[in-house]
C-alpha cells in the first residue's frame, strides 16, 4: 500500500474513532455534540493543535523538540512580566515579542542540531531544563496574578468574532498556513525528503542540517505565539505553567499518525491526533471520571495509537532463520 | 533509536594508541579532570565540605538515579530507551504504600518493589520486542500509564506508615559513614562493569547497538536481549523505589517526578553515544558523581534546585559540544 493510501486511511480511522468517542460519550451527557460545546472543546484544544504542528515539522525530519512546554512557560513568563511592568507597551508588540522570543529559543535548538551535529533529544534535553530554569530565574518565583495583567492582553483571545474566540481562530489560520507550507511549499516537502531519506535528501540537494534548522524555528515560534496564547487564557504565569505538556504534543502528533521515524505524517491526521486528546481531557469531568484517571487512559491511548500505526508501517522481512521445529 | 542517520566517519589510523594514551585521550579521563576540579572547587567554596559525614549525605543526591542509570546505559547503548522508569518508582512506591497500609513486613514490601520493577520492565520489554514499537515513545506512553495509575490509586493523596525497619533501606550505614545505598549502589555498579566488559553477553549489547541486523546475522538474538535489558531497567527502578520510598517514609504519585530526564543526563554525560553502540559503566559511575557532587555543592551555596537544573542542563550540551568543537577547530587547522 502507497504511503498516501495508508495515512488517508489512518486519517479516517482517527475520524470514526472520534465520532465514537463522542457516541460513547453522549450515552453518558447528551449535550456533548451541542454544537457550543464542540466548539468550547475546541477552544480548548486550540493550544495543543498549535504546538502539535510545529513538533511535526521537527518529527518529520527525524528528530524531537522536547524543550516545547519550557519556551511555552518561559515566553508567557517574559510577556506577563512585561505587560506587568509597562502595561502601556502596545499588544501588537508584546504578540510580536513572543513570536520572536519563541523564534529565538527554537533557533538556539536548530543551531545546535545543525552546527554541532549533537543529537536532538539531547539538545532539547538540555534546553526543556535550562528554558525553564530561567523562567525561574527571570521571575524569582513569583506569579504573575491576572490583576497584574492588563485586560486588554488578557481579552484578545478570548475576543468572539463569528462565533468563535479568536484563539480558536488563530488555530485555524495556523492548521491552514501549516497545511499550505508542508503540502506546497520546497520547504515543507523537504521537511519530509529529510526525514523520508536523510542520504537521498543530500543528493536531492538538500541541505539536511538546514532544513531541521528551520524545522526547530518553526516549533519555537508556534511555541512563543502559545506562550502568549496560554497565559492570556488561564490569566496567570508562574515557572511549572504547562509541565509535562511536550508529552502531550508529542503523543497526540503519534495518535495522529506522525512516524516517529521520520517522513510520515499530515496536518490533517496531526489535528485530529491533538482533538482526540482534546475531546478525553474535557470528556472525563462531564462523564463523573475523576480527572486522576487522565494520565493513565492517556498513557493507554498512545500505546495503542503507536500499536495500530506500527502495524502499517512495518518492513516486511524475510525470514531468514526457521523457527526450531517448523516443518520445512 | 533510530532518529538520527549515523554518518561516522571510519578512517584506519596509522598507527593504534597505546592502552594508556587511549585512555588519557578518552572520555572518562576528561571526566575525572572535571571531578576533580568540582571537588576542588566544592572544598574552597564550603569549609564544611570535605567532612566525611557531609561527604557522605552528598551521595544521597545521586545513588537511586545513578542504580537506573546503569542499567539505563545498558539500554542505551544497546539503541533503545526508556524513560518511564520514573514512573515505575512511582508505581511500585504506590504499591508498597498499599501493601504496608495492611500490614505486610520490609521483607514483602521489598518483594512488591521488586517485583512491580520487573513487571513494568517486562511490560515495556514486550511492547517493544514483540509489538516493535519504537521504544522513545512507547515508553513516553507507559510513562503516562504507569504514573497514571499511581494517581487512579492515591488522587491526591499519601501513603504513610512504613514498618520501622524498613527505614534501613533509604536511612541506613553498613559501616561508618557508609550508607546502604551508596554500597548497594558501588556493587551494582561493579556487578555491571563485569556483565557490560567481561562477558559475551556485554559484548552482544554493543554488537546490537552498531548494528542489529548484523547482530541477528551473528546469532545474537537481539529481540531476547532487549527484552532482558527493559527488565534489567525495570529492576533498577524497583530497586530505587524501595530506597527512596524508605528514604521520605512517604509515597505521593508525583514521586520522583521529572528524573527520567536527569538519569539520561547522567547516562550521556557519562559518555554513552545516545545513538547507541557505545559507552562504558566507569564512564556513568563518573558522572553521577559529578552530577550529585555539583548539584550538592550548589546546595552548599543556596542556589534552589531549578536554578540547578540549569547548570545540569548546560554541562550535559556543553560536555558533547566541547569534543565537537575541539575537533571542527582542529580539522580546520590541518586543512590550512
Known sequence: MSPKSLLAQREAFLAVAILLLVGAIMTRFSGFAAPANLANVFNDTAILIILVLGQMAVILTRSIDLSVAANLALTGMAVAMLNDSAPETPLALVILLSAGIGLALGAINGLLIWKLNIPPIVVTLGTLTIYRGLAFVMSGGEWVNAHEMTPDFLNLPRHVVLGLPILSWVALLIVGVAALVLGRTSLGRSFYAVGGNPVAAIYAGIDVGRTRFYAFCLSGLLAGISGYLWVARYAVAYVDIAGGFELDVIAACVIGGVSIAGGIGSVGGAVLGALFLGIIKNALPVVNVSPFWQMAISGAIIIAAVTINVRGERVKGRPILRPAGATP | ?336
Request: net charge positive; hydrophobic share 55%; proline share 3%.
Open chain 2, 1 to 336: 533509536m533510530s532518529i538520527e542517520p549515523q554518518t561516522a566517519r571510519r578512517a584506519i589510523p596509522d598507527r593504534l594508541d597505546t592502552r594508556l594514551g587511549r585512555w588519557v585521550k578518552g572520555w572518562e579521563a576528561l571526566l575525572l579532570v572535571f571531578l576533580v576540579a568540582i571537588f576542588a572547587a566544592n572544598s574552597l567554596a564550603s569549609p564544611y565540605f570535605l567532612d566525611p559525614w557531609n561527604l557522605s549525605d552528598a551521595t544521597y543526591n545521586f545513588t537511586e538515579k545513578a542504580i537506573i542509570a546503569l542499567a539505563m546505559g545498558f539500554l542505551i547503548i544497546a539503541g533503545e530507551i526508556d524513560l518511564s522508569v520514573a514512573a515505575i518508582i512511582a508505581l511500585a512506591s504506590t504499591a508498597m504504600g498499599a501493601a504496608a497500609q495492611v500490614g505486610v513486613g520490609s521483607a514483602g514490601l521489598c518483594a512488591i518493589g521488586l517485583s512491580v520493577g520487573l513487571l513494568c520492565g517486562a511490560f515495556n520489554g514486550f511492547i517493544v520486542t514483540r509489538i516493535g514499537l519504537p521504544s522513545i515513545v512507547a515508553t513516553i506512553g507507559t510513562m503516562s500509564l504507569f504514573r497514571g495509575i499511581a494517581y487512579v490509586v492515591l488522587g491526591d493523596g499519601v501513603y504513610k506508615g512504613y514498618p520501622a525497619d524498613f527505614a534501613y533501606f533509604g536511612q541506613g550505614y553498613v559501616w561508618w559513614v557508609f550508607s546502604f545505598e551508596f554500597v548497594a549502589f558501588l556493587l551494582l555498579a561493579l556487578g555491571a562493569y563485569v556483565l557490560l566488559h567481561r562477558t559475551t553477553f556485554g559484548r552482544a549489547i554493543f554488537a546490537i547497538g552498531n548494528n542489529p541486523f548484523g547482530a541477528r546475522f551473528s546469532g545474537i538474538r537481539v529481540e531476547r536481549v532487549k527484552f532482558l535489558l527493559f527488565l534489567m531497567t525495570g529492576l533498577a527502578s524497583g530497586i530505587a523505589a524501595i530506597m527512596l520510598t524508605s528514604r521520605l517514609g512517604s509515597t505521593r504519585p508525583s514521586i520522583a517526578f521529572g528524573w527520567e530526564l536527569e538519569v539520561v543526563t547522567m547516562v550521556v554525560l557519562g559518555g554513552v553515544s545516545i545513538l547507541g553502540g557505545s559507552g562504558t559503566i566507569p564512564g556513568i559511575v563518573i558522572a553521577a558523581f559529578v552530577m550529585g557532587l555539583v548539584t550538592f555543592g550548589l546546595g552548599l551555596l543556596n542556589v534552589p534546585g531549578i536554578v540547578m537544573s540549569i547548570f545540569i542542563g548546560l554541562m550535559l550540551i556543553a560536555v558533547i559540544a566541547l569534543p565537537i568543537v575541539v575537533r571542527q577547530i582542529l580539522n580546520r587547522r590541518r586543512v590550512t
